[in-house]
C-alpha cells in the first residue's frame, strides 16, 4: 500500500487576501474581489473591459529584499511571499542535510507578461539598449520555481508546468506523483501568475472571454449563471507543503489533509473550447478518484473550474453528470472564481487550499452572483450563502486552454 502525501502547510496572495486566513475569512463571507483595474489606465488603452481582481495592498518588499523585488517580475513576487507563508505554516526547515530530498514544482501558464509587455514597449521607443537585463529571469514561466529554491536553499527537483489554467493542477499532481515514486521527500508546488496587463486583457477579450460589465463589476462574473457573459481576470499565488505522511509525522507536523489523487487528460478537440460533452473533464474526474481509490459517493464538495463563460460551465456541468450520474445533485458544487477571479494558471492551486478548508472547517464556499438558474447547468452551485457541510472527500476541477483537464482529489485528515 502506497504511503498518504499530506500537506502541512499553505500560503497565498491573491485578490481576497495576503495570506491564507484573510482569504478564507472573505471567501466564506462572499467578498467579491473584483474591481475597477488600478494597475493601468484601461480607458487610455481604448480596451472594453475595465475590470479585474487585483491583488490589493501587496508589498513585495515585506516579504524580500527590496533590491531583488525590482529584479522580479509581479508574479515572481507572489510566489515568494506565498512560498514564504506556506514553509512558516508548516514548520518545515530546510538543511543541508535533506535540501537535497525537498522539490519546487511552483507552475505558471504564462510567466512574466508584465515584464515581456515593458521591454518591448522599452525596447520600441529608447532602444535596446534600455532594455533590463534581468528580462529573461523576470519573464521565463519558471522564474517562480527558480527563484523559490534560491531564496530558500531547495536544491531537489526545480521546475514549472505550463498547461494554460491547468498549470497549478498539474503542477501539485506532479508534486504528488513524484512523492509518491520515493524521488522526494517534501515539495513546495503551486502556481503563481499576474497577467492584468494591456496586453493580457486584450488577448482574452479578443476570443470573447470576458465579462465587460464594467459599470455591474459588483455582480460579476456569474458562474453557472444563465446571464453570465465571461470571465473577469484575476491574479496571485498559492503555494502548497507536501509530505509524506511518516516524515509529517516524524517531525510532529500539523497535518491540514491528504492529497488523495490526480487525474490528467487532454480533449484533443479545440484549442480554446472545451469538449462540448466534457467528455476529458469526466475522465480526469475519474482518473482523479482512482488515483485516491475513492468511489463517487464519497465525494461531498466539488470546486469547479467554473469561469463564468458559456461554455465552460455547461461543458463542466456535463463532465460531472457524466462522472457521477444521479448522484451530481445531490454533491454541492461552488465556482469561487465568482470572488476572486480567474487567477489563469495560478487558480487550481488556491482552489485545492479552498478545499482543504473545507474538509477542515466544515464550511463550502459559494458561488456569488448566482441570480438566473440556467436548464443547461442544473446543478447545487451554493448559490450566493456559504453553507455549513461536513465533508470528508473534496475535488477541484482545472481545466484549460489547449484541451488539458486536471483534477484533485483531497481527504480530510
Not at 506523483?177 to 496586453?199: F, Q
Not at 465556482?335 to 495560478?346: E, I, L, R, V
Request: hydrophobic content about 40%; overall charge negative.
Amino acid at each position: 500500500m502506497q504511503e498518504r502525501i499530506v500537506i502541512t502547510g499553505m500560503g497565498t496572495v491573491n485578490p481576497l487576501g495576503l495570506n491564507v486566513k484573510e482569504t478564507w475569512n472573505n471567501l466564506i463571507a462572499g467578498v467579491s474581489g473584483v474591481a475597477p483595474i488600478t494597475l493601468f489606465d484601461s480607458r487610455a488603452a481604448a480596451l472594453q473591459v475595465h475590470i479585474a481582481a487585483e491583488v490589493k495592498g501587496f508589498k513585495p518588499e515585506n516579504f524580500m529584499d527590496a533590491k531583488e523585488a525590482r529584479r522580479r517580475d509581479r508574479f515572481e513576487q507572489f510566489t515568494i511571499a506565498a512560498a514564504r507563508e506556506a514553509l512558516t505554516h508548516s514548520g518545515l526547515q530546510i538543511t543541508e542535510a535533506n535540501a537535497g530530498r525537498i522539490g519546487v514544482i511552483i507552475s505558471s501558464a504564462i510567466g512574466g507578461l508584465h515584464s515581456l509587455q515593458e521591454a518591448i514597449l522599452t525596447n520600441h521607443t529608447e532602444g535596446p539598449r534600455r532594455v533590463s537585463p534581468f528580462l529573461i529571469p523576470m519573464l521565463m514561466a519558471n522564474g517562480g520555481s527558480g527563484m523559490t529554491a534560491i531564496e530558500f536553499g531547495i536544491k531537489g527537483p526545480c521546475f514549472s508546468v505550463a498547461s494554460a489554467c491547468a498549470s497549478g493542477s498539474d503542477g501539485i499532481g506532479t508534486a504528488l506523483m513524484m512523492l509518491r515514486t520515493g524521488m522526494i521527500d517534501a515539495a513546495l508546488t503551486g502556481a503563481a501568475e499576474s497577467t492584468i496587463t494591456t496586453t493580457g486583457v486584450a488577448a482574452f477579450d479578443r476570443v470573447s472571454a470576458m465579462s465587460r460589465r464594467n459599470d455591474e463589476h459588483s455582480m460579476t462574473p456569474q458562474p453557472f449563471d444563465k446571464n453570465r457573459d465571461g470571465l473577469v481576470m484575476g491574479e496571485g499565488a498559492a503555494v502548497l507543503v507536501l509530505e509524506r505522511e511518516s516524515a509529517a509525522k516524524a517531525r510532529g507536523a500539523t497535518i491540514y489533509a491528504e492529497l488523495a489523487g490526480y487525474g490528467s487528460t487532454a480533449d484533443a478537440y479545440h484549442v480554446t473550447a472545451p469538449h462540448e460533452q466534457g467528455e476529458g473533464g469526466a475522465a480526469a474526474i475519474r482518473m482523479a478518484l482512482s488515483s485516491a481509490a475513492a468511489n463517487i459517493d464519497e465525494v461531498g464538495y466539488i470546486n469547479a473550474h467554473g469561469t463564468g463563460t458559456v461554455l465552460n460551465d455547461q461543458s463542466e456541468t456535463r463532465a460531472i453528470k457524466a462522472s457521477f450520474g444521479d448522484l451530481a445533485y445531490k454533491i454541492p458544487v461552488s465556482s469561487t472564481k465568482s470572488m476572486t477571479g480567474h487567477m489563469m494558471g495560478a487558480t487550481g492551486a488556491l482552489e485545492a487550499i479552498f478545499c482543504v478548508q473545507a474538509l477542515r472547517e466544515g464550511i463550502l464556499p459559494p458561488t456569488i452572483h448566482y441570480q438566473t438558474p440556467d436548464p443547461e447547468c442544473d446543478l447545487d452551485y451554493i448559490p450566493n450563502t456559504a453553507r455549513e457541510a461536513k465533508i470528508s472527500l473534496a475535488i477541484s476541477n482545472a481545466f484549460g486552454f489547449g484541451g488539458h483537464n486536471a483534477v484533485l482529489a483531497l481527504r480530510k485528515y
